[in-house]
Each structure stands twice: as structure tokens, then as C-alpha cells.
């Protein structure tokens, strides 16, 4: 096999890839995840994140095998913001958002008490235009803002965040783009009980309007990564945040720049125009705001979001790909895109309940 940086300059993610045709097999690459289980954790604990590219994984089975044979524990329900669909026990497929929209850098699930601590994401379909999935290395977003300005972080660290996702009542016409799942279809269930006692597990308040529903938590901007102690910038602040996917656009402009991204941000101009007329950004489907519950001020956001872009990976999918990240570490988000994309996740859990 053959062991390298996918850039020089980054230190994510560790490339894997076969030197032989013979080796490009899947039982070749589960035999090689069996004799270097040691290496890998020790590389992803080091770098953060893994790509093992050019091998032969044709379907969800295929990855479920990968997956679990590097990551034993793996989550069969999915509680997050976005909807998911189940191609194999342990496999679904990836957020299913609107292609015209970007999706933040974000660590999986930091709005609530039980959430992955790796996550694997295949390639089952490349898209054909955009459609990549950026990696972050968060530990140095931290060390660079800090060197940036020492105060920049200084609310986020003191008050933390709080989350706030707001569901319309079942049934009804639903008010904003980023209320993509209702309240039943999360719990599988119409119980408000029942709702109450699994959100209690994840330390998150229901609070209800009639049948519509609120969910509230409260969890670090920052926190320290479990087994090195480094800080991280570990959130979902650029999804939750109204306002930042039409930061998100300009940035991609300014450092992409392909043709077609200019079309879809006007295009989301017109959008975000429109929903800010009708909608306040705290009755959004998604709001964030400081852990004390005072607004977030937007120029301190994007700051952080400019050394994010500085440090963010991206790189076109090829068919096959499976990229191992530890989710304590590194961040993960989504580019828009044109034509068909089929990108299928799985989230590792970790063997104790970890401190947030």
C-alpha cells in the first residue's frame, strides 16, 4: 500500500491507496485495516482524518464492512438535524439538503451529549459538478485565531453556545429552508413524552407551542479533544447561523471561483432576501446564539469563518473513496452542486460516554 499526504501543505487527510491492481480489492484493503489497526488510529489521532482511495467498494454493504472493521461501534439511529435514509443498518445515505445550498464546516452533532466521535463518509456516485465535502483540522483554527487576535474566541470560550431548532406543527407548510425534518419523523413517534425522555438523554429541552416544537441545548464552542487534550473548535455554528451560507457563497467565489457558483449565489441572494423579510433569524428552523443567549455578533463569526476557509482541505470525490475523520478534531461540510451525487455516511459512537 502506499501511505501519503493528499497536499504537502496540510497535514489532512493521510492517503491510502493500493500500489497494485491485486491490492485495489476488497478483501485486500479489509485484510490491510486488519494487520494495521494500530497505524491507523495512531494516523488519525495524529492527522486527523484518512482517505483510502482507488479501491473497489461498489455499494453501502461494501463500506459497512470498512467502516465497522475499523470502527467496531456504530450507530444505527440518526437524531441530527438533517434527514437521513438507511441503506444498510449502519449506513445512510448523506444530508439530504437542497443541492443549490453550501453546508458550513461543522463537527457532527455538537448540539447534543451523545454524538459520534468518528464519522465515514463513501463515494458511491461522483458528482459531476461540485458536490465535495471539505475537511478542517479545528485544533488549528483555535491556534490561528488565538495568534490572530487573542480576544476573538473570548465569548465563545467563557458563555459557549446555545441551539435552537424550531419545528412546525406536523403537517403544515413549513417556513424555512432549514427545516427539513419534522419532530415525528426525528422520534419516530408523535408522543410528546416519549420525545421528552429521549431528548433528556441528549440534555435538550422541548419546548412546546401546541403541537409545533422547539428544541433547546447548550454545549462549548470549544472543547478539548479526549485523548489529547488540544482545544477545538468543535460546533455547528456555520449551520445553525442564519446569515452564514451567504458568507459561505462568497467565500467559495473568492476561493473557487467557479462560474457556475456565481449563478447559485445570486440565486441565494434572492432566497435570503426574501426569507429575511418574512422570517427573523431567531424563528429560523436553525438559530444559534452565545450560551448566555445574546446574539452572536456576525463580524466576529466571519472572522473565524475566514481562518476556517484558510485551513479547509477540499478535493473532488472519485468512486470508492472512504474517508475515516475523528469528529473530535476535524470538521466536515458540503459544496452545491449539479447532476447526481450519492455520498452514504456512518457514525462511530465512542465505546464510553465521552465529556463534553
Known amino acids: 500500500m502506499i501511505v501519503e499526504p493528499l497536499r504537502s501543505d496540510r497535514p489532512i ?54 467502516a465497522h472493521l475499523i470502527h467496531p461501534n456504530l450507530n444505527d439511529g440518526y437524531l441530527g438535524v438533517t434527514a437521513r435514509t438507511n441503506r444498510t443498518k449502519y449506513v445512510f445515505t448523506s444530508t439530504e439538503v437542497t443541492n443549490i445550498a453550501p453546508i458550513g464546516q461543522h463537527t457532527e452533532m455538537a448540539y447534543m451529549t451523545n454524538r459520534p466521535n468518528r464519522i465515514f463518509f463513501c463515494c458511491l456516485k461522483e458528482p459531476k459538478h461540485g458536490g465535495e465535502t471539505p475537511i478542517t483540522d479545528m485544533r488549528q483554527v483555535v491556534l490561528d485565531a488565538d495568534k490572530h487576535d487573542p480576544n476573538l474566541l473570548k465569548q465563545f470560550k467563557a458563555h459557549g ?18 427545516e427539513v425534518r419534522s419532530w415525528p419523523d426525528i422520534y419516530k413517534t408523535t408522543d410528546k413524552t416519549e420525545v421528552e425522555k429521549v431528548c433528556a438523554k441528549d440534555d435538550i429541552e422541548c419546548i412546546w407551542h401546541g403541537d409545533a416544537l422547539s428544541l433547546v441545548s447548550k454545549f462549548p464552542a470549544i472543547r478539548k479533544h479526549p485523548e489529547t487534550g488540544d482545544e477545538v473548535w468543535s460546533n455547528a455554528v456555520p449551520v445553525f447561523y442564519p446569515r452564514m451560507r451567504t458568507y459561505e457563497f462568497r467565500k467559495m467565489i473568492q476561493t473557487i471561483g467557479t462560474w457556475w457558483y456565481y449563478l447559485m449565489y445570486l440565486l441565494w441572494i434572492v432566497i435570503e432576501s426574501l426569507r429575511r423579510l418574512f422570517i427573523p433569524d431567531t424563528q429560523c428552523g436553525l438559530y444559534v446564539t452565545y450560551g448566555n443567549g445574546v446574539p452572536i455578533r456576525t463580524e466576529e463569526l466571519f472572522k473565524i469563518e475566514d481562518i476556517i476557509w484558510d485551513n ?32 452514504v455516511c456512518a457514525l462511530g459512537m465512542p465505546d464510553v460516554k465521552s465529556s463534553t
Open 13 to 66: 487527510p493521510i492517503v491510502v491507496r493500493p500500489s497494485s491492481k491485486s491490492e485495489a480489492t476488497l478483501s485486500s484493503l479489509l485484510g490491510y485495516i486488519k494487520g494495521n489497526k494500530k497505524f491507523i488510529e495512531d494516523t488519525r489521532l495524529k492527522n486527523g482524518a484518512i482517505l483510502f482511495r482507488d479501491f473497489d467498494i461498489e455499494n453501502a454493504s461494501d463500506f459497512e464492512q470498512v
Open 312 to 343: 479547509m482541505v477540499t478535493f473532488k470525490w472519485k468512486k470508492g473513496d472512504v474517508i475515516y475523520i475523528d469528529n473530535d478534531r476535524v470538521s466536515h461540510g458540503r459544496l452545491p452542486y449539479f447532476g447526481q451525487r450519492q455520498i
Open 161 to 178: 453556545l446555545t441551539y435552537y431548532r424550531n419545528y412546525s406543527t406536523p403537517g403544515t407548510k413549513v417556513k424555512d429552508i432549514a
